[in-house]
């Protein structure tokens, strides 16, 4: 069965620190991979999402960037992190099929900026 | 990526009653409807989904009521239960949810069963 992996589950960063935030999936190859962020009462908004190593669209302008090296690992990142970017960062994974094909999320990063 | 609407914030009903939680869309080229439960420290777990060639769709006591030509689906939790006790957001997405874009969330509702 597949299975998805996000770490750390938490992190505190200070103002102006690098961040690298890491996502792997298992038993599926070739998947569609997206990085979501959750905001207390807003929902969760997509950040990125790749179809495949080294392809990543990026849905808003932002202090973050994505990358993804290897076909099932897919990478958050920062050059400084800014106070706006705390929260609750999600990474989910889909079967590239045609339709009816569901995003599966993993239990997510709490990132706290101090 | 346009927006979903989702009501009430919050929610409180009693163990054996019925919850219903709403939403609305404006994009019509959505055209795949999941709804996803979320605990505590958790990610979202899909919960049921739809497509609107259908007006409705069950799966035990989870039940999506979808009407197209208001733009709007609900989703109804049957007899409540305690363990029903979560974060509920509905979402929408284009190409049947298989495009490699990914789904607009609504804001969601914070569920509480009293026992």
């Known amino acids: 069965s597949q299975t998805i992996h996000q770490w750390p589950a938490t992190l505190v960063q200070p103002v102006g620190s690098p961040l690298s935030l890491e996502c792997t999936v298992e038993?599926?190859?070739?998947?569609?991979l997206y990085w979501y962020r959750q905001a207390a009462g807003r929902g969760l908004q997509l950040l990125f999402y790749?179809?495949?190593?080294?392809?990543i669209s990026s849905e808003v302008p932002q202090n973050l960037s994505a990358s993804r090296p290897q076909d099932r690992q897919f990478i958050l990142s920062s050059k400084k992190l800014l106070l706006s970017d705390s929260g609750f960062y999600l990474c989910?994974?889909?079967?590239?099929?045609?339709?009816?094909?569901?995003?599966?999320f993993g239990d997510g990063t709490r990132l706290s900026i101090l | 990526q346009q927006q979903v609407k989702q009501s009430p914030q919050s929610l409180i009903v009693q163990k054996g009653g019925i919850s219903i939680i709403n939403c609305a869309y404006e994009?019509?080229?959505?055209?795949?409807f999941p709804w996803y439960q979320q605990f505590p420290g958790k990610g979202p777990a899909l919960l049921i989904a739809?497509?609107?060639d259908v007006s409705e769709k069950k799966e035990g006591r989870f039940t999506i009521s979808f009407n197209k030509s208001a733009k709007q689906f609900s989703l109804h939790i049957m007899d409540s239960q305690p363990g029903d006790s979560a974060t509920y957001f509905c979402?929408?997405?284009?190409w049947g949810g298989g495009g490699a874009d990914g789904l607009t969330f609504g804001k969601g509702t914070h569920l509480i069963i009293q026992p």
């Open positions: 989910a994974w889909s079967v590239k099929q045609n339709s009816n094909q569901p995003q599966h």
């Open positions: 038993g599926t190859s070739n998947p569609n």
């Open positions: 790749s179809v495949g190593i080294g392809q």
């Open positions: 994009n019509t080229a959505f055209d795949y």
């Open positions: 739809i497509r609107p």
């Open positions: 979402a929408a997405s284009r």
